[in-house]
C-alpha cells in the first residue's frame, strides 16, 4: 500500500491540496514583493531629508586667493573662503541672525550679510551688526594629486 | 619745636596719602589687615559684613589692595582711636560724592590703571558727571546711585564675573532695584508726570531680554546698551534713531531716508516702543486694524495707499515662497533631486528679508523692486518644479504602460497554457 493511496481520514490534507496552498502563498508573496515597492513609489512616505556629510566644492585652482564661493551643501549654503595666502575655510552660510545667505567681502577680507550688516571675520566669529554667534565652520581638506587637487567640505 | 611737629604730621600725612594714591606694591591677594580682624567680630552687621564681604572675593583685594586704599586708616594701630586718628587719613565711610572721589581717585588715574587694566577706561567718573544721576547728586540728591550703588562695595567683582551685579545678565535686576521700586522712585519726574517704574516689566518681555535670557546671547542690548552706563541717561528724542542704529544699522540708514524720520517724534520707538520691543510681525504694516499704519493714516491718503501696497507685496512673496517650498518638496519627496531649487527659494527668503529691511525707508517703489527680484526667483522654482513634475508624470506613465504589458504577457501565457493538449 502505497502513501499516495493511504484514505484520508478526518483532518488529514491531501498531498495535491498541500501543494496547491504552498503555491499560493508563494504567488501571493511573490506579488506583494513586486507591488509593495509600487505601491511606495507611487505614494513615497514623508522622509526626513538624508544629512550631508561632504561635498566636492571644485577644484583648488578655481578658486582665487582673497574670494569666496557659495557651494551647496546638501540642500543648505555653504561659503568657501580662499584666503589671500592661498588657505581655504568653509562655514555655514546661514546668517546666525536671520537665516540669510553671507557673502565674502574681499576689500575687508570680511563674511558679509547683506540683510541687516552683519559681519563676521574670517575665522567665523560675529564683529559688527546684529549676527548673535559665530558661523557653523566646516573642514576642509584638499585630495588629489598636486595641481589636481579637490577642495572637499564635510562637517567637523 | 612746632616746626618739628609740623614735618612730623607731613610726613605722616603725605606717607597716609602716598598708600591711597599708589596702590599696592605688587599684585599679590591682600591679607587679612588690622581692620579686618576688629570688623569681623563687631556685632553690627553693618560694621562686620564690609570685613567678610571683602574677605571672600574681592577684584580689589586680589590685586593687593586693602580697606585703607579707600578708607584710609592705620591698620597696624593697636587701638581704635589711633587706627582712625585724623593723621591716618582715615575718612570712614564715603557717601555721595565722596564715593566718587575715591573710586576715581584710582580709575581717574591712566597711568595706575594700565597696571592692572590697560584696555579699562578712566573716564567714568567724567561720564558719570554727565549723567542723570551724577547731576542730581551734584544737586545734593544723595539717593541716586553712585559706583557702588551698581557695582557694590565690598565684594566687587569683574563686570565679567557672571555674579558680578553688572554682569549683561544682572544688569536689569540691578537697575530695577531702584528704577523699579515706586517708592524709592517717588518725587523723579519725566516729561511733567511721575516716572514709571514699570520700565523692568516691560523689559522682561522684549525682544532684546529673550535674546539675552533666554538664548543667552550677551550682545543683546540690556539697560545700559541704550542708556550708557556711568552716563545714565534717558536718549534725547533726536538720539533714539542713532542708539537703535548702533546695532540695527541697516534700519537706521533707511529710516533716515524716509519721510517718517522728519515727523516721528520719537523715531524708531512710535512704532516698536522703547522697553516693551516686542517681536516685529508682518501685520504691524497695512491698513487693517492691527496695522500700526493705520493709527494716523486714513483710506486715501498717499500714506494708506502705500501701507496697503507694501503689505499687499510682501504677502504676496510670503505665498510664493511657500507655495515653491511645498512644490520642491513634493518633488524631492517622489525623488527627484532639487538642491538647487531649495538654493534658490531660499534666497527669495532673502529678498523677503531684505524687504521687511527696505521697508523702514517708507518707499514702496523701492519696497517692490526687492519683491519683484523675489518673486522671479519662486518664478523660475515653480517652473523648475513644474517640469520636474512633468518628468515624473511621463516616467509613472511609462511604468503604468510596461506593467500593464507584463500583465497581458501573464494573462496571454495563461490562456496559451490551457490550449496546450497534454502529454499523453
Known amino acids: 500500500m502505497s502513501a499516495s493511496d493511504r484514505p484520508s481520514g478526518p483532518g488529514t490534507i491531501q498531498r495535491r491540496s498541500f501543494l496547491d496552498i504552498v503555491l499560493g502563498l508563494g504567488f501571493v508573496s511573490t506579488a506583494a514583493s513586486f507591488l509593495y515597492p509600487l505601491w511606495r513609489y507611487l505614494n513615497p512616505p514623508a522622509t526626513v531629508e538624508a544629512a550631508t556629510n561632504s561635498v566636492i566644492a571644485g577644484k583648488a585652482a578655481e578658486f582665487r586667493p582673497n574670494s569666496g564661493a557659495i557651494v551647496k551643501f546638501g540642500s543648505k549654503p555653504a561659503i568657501l573662503i580662499r584666503m589671500p595666502d592661498g588657505q581655504f575655510r568653509a562655514y555655514s552660510a546661514i546668517c546666525t541672525h536671520l537665516d540669510c545667505t553671507v557673502q565674502y567681502k574681499g576689500d575687508t577680507s570680511q563674511i558679509w550679510c547683506a540683510c541687516h550688516n552683519g559681519l563676521y571675520d574670517l575665522a567665523g566669529n560675529n564683529v559688527s551688526g546684529p549676527p548673535p554667534r559665530p558661523l557653523d565652520a566646516f573642514a576642509v581638506n584638499l585630495r588629489g594629486e598636486p595641481g589636481q587637487e579637490e577642495v572637499v567640505i564635510s562637517r567637523t | ?424
Open chain 2, 1 to 424: 619745636m612746632r616746626s618739628l611737629i609740623l614735618r612730623m604730621f607731613l610726613a605722616t600725612a603725605s606717607g597716609a596719602w602716598l598708600l591711597l594714591c599708589a596702590g599696592p606694591a605688587g599684585a599679590q591677594p591682600a591679607q587679612a589687615t588690622g581692620c579686618e580682624t576688629c570688623h569681623r567680630n563687631e556685632a553690627s552687621e553693618s560694621l562686620s559684613a564690609p570685613a567678610r564681604d571683602f574677605a571672600l572675593a574681592d577684584v580689589h583685594r586680589d590685586r593687593g589692595f586693602t580697606c585703607v586704599n579707600c578708607h584710609g586708616g592705620d591698620p597696624n594701630a593697636t587701638d581704635k582711636a589711633a587706627a582712625k586718628a585724623p593723621a591716618t587719613g582715615f575718612r570712614g565711610k564715603p557717601s555721595g560724592q565722596a564715593v566718587i572721589a575715591v573710586c576715581s581717585n584710582c580709575h581717574s588715574d591712566a597711568a595706575l590703571m594700565r597696571k592692572y587694566a590697560p584696555r579699562q577706561r578712566v573716564d567714568q567718573a567724567a561720564e558719570y558727571a554727565t549723567s542723570v544721576h551724577g547731576q542730581q547728586l551734584a544737586k545734593g540728591d544723595t539717593k541716586v546711585a553712585t559706583c557702588v550703588s551698581c557695582h557694590g562695595a565690598h565684594g566687587v567683582r569683574l563686570v565679567s564675573d557672571a555674579q558680578s551685579p553688572v554682569y549683561p545678565l544682572n544688569v536689569a535686576t540691578t537697575c530695577t532695584k531702584c528704577h523699579g521700586d515706586a517708592e524709592h522712585m517717588k518725587g523723579y519726574t519725566l516729561n511733567g508726570g511721575p516716572l514709571p517704574t514699570d520700565q523692568g516689566e516691560k523689559y522682561a518681555k522684549s525682544v532684546h531680554h529673550a535674546a539675552m535670557v533666554e538664548r543667552s546671547d550677551l550682545s543683546a542690548p540690556t539697560c545700559n546698551d541704550c542708556h550708557g552706563n556711568h552716563g545714565a541717561a534717558p536718549p534725547g528724542v533726536d538720539a533714539i534713531a542713532n542708539v537703535c542704529g548702533t546695532c540695527h544699522t541697516v534700519f537706521a540708514t533707511k529710516f533716515a531716508l524716509s519721510t517718517h524720520a522728519a515727523i516721528f517724534e520719537r523715531g524708531c520707538v512710535e512704532c516698536h516702543n522703547n522697553h516693551d520691543i516686542l517681536e516685529p510681525t508682518d501685520a504691524m504694516v497695512g491698513t487693517d486694524e492691527k496695522a500700526l499704519c493705520s493709527t494716523c493714516h486714513s483710506e486715501g491718503d498717499n500714506g494708506h495707499k502705500a501701507a496697503m501696497a507694501m503689505r499687499a507685496g510682501i504677502e504676496k512673496l510670503k505665498a510664493a515662497i511657500s507655495h515653491s517650498e511645498e512644490q520642491v518638496a513634493a518633488v524631492e519627496n517622489a525623488g527627484i533631486e532639487m538642491g538647487d531649487e531649495a538654493l534658490t527659494v531660499r534666497e527669495a527668503a532673502n529678498h523677503l528679508t531684505v524687504a521687511r529691511t527696505e521697508l523702514h525707508a517708507f518707499d514702496p517703489a523701492a519696497v517692490q523692486a526687492v519683491l519683484d527680484e523675489g518673486l522671479g526667483l519662486t518664478t523660475k522654482v515653480d517652473e523648475a518644479a513644474a517640469a520636474a513634475q512633468s518628468e515624473l508624470s511621463f516616467r509613472r506613465t511609462g511604468l503604468a504602460i510596461s506593467l500593464a504589458a507584463i500583465l497581458l504577457v501573464v494573462v496571454a501565457l495563461q490562456l496559451k497554457i490551457r490550449t496546450l493538449k497534454p502529454h499523453a
